[in-house]
């Protein structure tokens, strides 16, 4: 049926997510979910599940409620002063000393060894 779908183990993917969505409070300031689903194009579950983590861990808490939009009042979120000050003080980290929000350093890629004429590049064997 489908193609090959790569997928990485879950704790890892949850990472990732959270980090889009604390990027997305960082750089707009407070917003309540709609908003954060609509800027990361994650679900509205994934959105949700990754703002329950960021709470846990502090480095994110409530910032009130919109009661300017239509239907019930949206609770927006916000980089904790805690963690904002914890990451000024730890070079660019967001959140506890035990972890680290920050994008790891991008090298490049290592050069690839030089193949023989006529044989198919190493993605193409099947």
């Given at each position: 049926?489908?193609?090959?779908?790569?997928a990485?183990p879950?704790?890892?993917?949850?990472?990732?997510?959270?980090r889009?969505?604390?990027?997305?409070?960082?750089?707009?300031?407070?917003?309540?979910?709609p908003?954060?689903?609509?800027?990361?194009?994650?679900?509205?579950?994934?959105?949700?599940?990754?703002?329950?983590?960021?709470?846990?861990?502090?480095?994110?808490?409530?910032?009130?409620?919109?009661?300017?939009?239509?239907?019930?009042?949206a609770?927006?979120?916000?980089?904790?002063?805690?963690?904002r000050?914890?990451?000024a003080?730890?070079?660019?980290?967001?959140?506890?000393?035990?972890?680290?929000?920050?994008?790891?350093?991008?090298?490049?890629?290592?050069?690839?060894?030089?193949?023989?004429?006529?044989?198919?590049?190493?993605?193409?064997?099947?």
């Amino acid at each position: 049926m489908g193609g090959d779908y790569l997928a990485g183990p879950q704790g890892l993917l949850r990472s990732i997510n959270a980090r889009a969505v604390l990027a997305v409070i960082d750089r707009e300031g407070p917003l309540g979910r709609p908003e954060i689903t609509r800027a990361t194009g994650l679900s509205k579950t994934t959105v949700a599940q990754a703002l329950r983590e960021l709470v846990a861990r502090e480095v994110v808490d409530e910032a009130g409620t919109d009661t300017a939009r239509r239907g019930p009042a949206a609770t927006l979120y916000r980089i904790a002063p805690a963690a904002r000050s914890a990451s000024a003080s730890t070079s660019g980290t967001c959140g506890s000393a035990s972890r680290s929000w920050t994008q790891p350093e991008r090298s490049s890629p290592a050069p690839r060894p030089p193949r023989r004429a006529g044989t198919p590049p190493p993605w193409r064997t099947r």
